[in-house]
């Protein structure tokens, strides 16, 4: 059956001349999106040398963190052919009501409270994922328009839990945000290590050649004996859990469950999985590329705030970003078979 998969993702071999050496790096998104991210990084050192100093490189790095494990679980999600426009919903929320258990426990322990809060987190995060499957599968909702809803709700719960107001004060869990490995904190780490599993199950693992399946053609991979629906279901969760340890992660850095914390990142996770080459409509994604996106959309917003430039700018900057991305995929040779 793994073979029989594998020759659905397998893409057709080119039979035109072998390129150069140059042609190829050149061709490589990965390699020019790590040029992308070099350039840019010089760019703002040479305009503010703040910009390169340990400190603002920590911040930089935290950051980076709480994006990418949102981006993670959309690379999964994109990969099928679909959409996850909860994530950002879901980490806010969960954050508020992993705060507000925590706040409960307070005289347990300071680790026992973190602990505990980590699992209420990571279950809403399932939960929710959990609903967005059984939208789809059963109210026969597109993917857009499931997650949609639970970003809706999601978000508005948030607001009628802590009424605009962030909750559940743990300045003591702040600490923990703070460098204690050169420039990287201890969620930096743990969040580092998630992703580098997460990029190895993807893309060596049966579970990860299914999702690339699907995302080519779930008619061919149903037909061969694969439960498209079960698998369906893991990915959405595997998201919606990443998006509930972000709410965690967020908790931790401001020591509260903000309400608003979660707001509009969804649509900075989705596009650095589209800028890290991944493409919309599934059977295509890079969890390296992805990375390199998260890297680049980081230093971005942070350099746009260096050079007092108005935050507003960012959207634009990330909608750059995207039409650049897209428009490389789409003059990438043999990109004219994938259109």
Not at 56 to 81: K, P, R
Not at 200 to 208: C, D, P, T, V
Not at 230 to 253: C, D, E, K, P, Q
Not at 320 to 329: E, G, K, M, S
Request: contains cysteine.
């Amino acid at each position: 059956m793994s073979r029989a998969v594998s020759e659905v993702v397998s893409p057709s071999s080119n039979e035109g001349e072998p390129a150069s050496w140059a042609r190829r790096l050149v061709g490589n998104q990965q390699f020019m999106l790590f040029v992308v991210f070099v350039a840019i990084f010089a760019f703002f050192t040479f305009n503010d040398s703040v910009f390169a100093s340990v400190s603002e490189i920590g911040n930089n790095i935290t950051d980076f963190s709480t994006l990418v494990l949102l981006a993670v679980g959309e690379t999964f999600v994109i990969a099928t052919g679909g959409i996850d426009l909860s994530v950002g919903g879901t980490s806010g929320f969960a954050g508020v009501v992993g705060a507000i258990a925590m706040e409960h426990l307070a005289p347990h322990g300071e680790w026992v409270v973190l602990g505990v809060g980590t699992l209420v987190c990571l279950g809403v995060g399932i939960g929710i994922g959990l609903i967005n499957a059984v939208l789809m599968h059963y109210a026969r909702l597109v993917p857009f328009v499931a997650t949609l809803v639970t970003m809706g709700a999601a978000e508005g719960m948030s607001l009628v839990l802590t009424g605009g107001a962030p909750v559940g004060s743990n300045f003591g869990a702040i600490t923990l945000t703070e460098p204690k490995i050169s420039v990287f904190s201890y969620p930096d780490i743990i969040i580092i290590l998630i992703t580098v599993v997460a990029g190895l199950y993807l893309h060596y693992s049966k579970f990860g050649r299914y999702t690339f399946a699907i995302g080519s053609n779930s008619f061919a991979v149903r037909a061969v004996g694969v439960n498209v629906r079960r698998h369906l279901t893991w990915v959405y969760v595997l998201s919606g859990a990443l998006a509930g340890l972000t709410g965690m992660f967020i908790y931790m850095r401001l020591g509260s469950g903000a309400p608003s914390a979660g707001v509009g990142t969804e649509l900075v996770a989705i596009a650095a999985v589209v800028i890290g080459g991944a493409r919309l409509t599934g059977g295509s994604a890079q969890l390296s590329g992805t990375v390199l996106g998260a890297m680049i959309l980081t230093i971005v917003s942070s350099g746009l705030i260096i050079m007092n430039v108005s935050p507003n700018f960012n959207q634009v900057a990330v909608a750059i970003l995207i039409a650049l991305a897209a428009t490389f995929q789409a003059l990438r040779k043999g990109s004219r078979a994938d259109v």
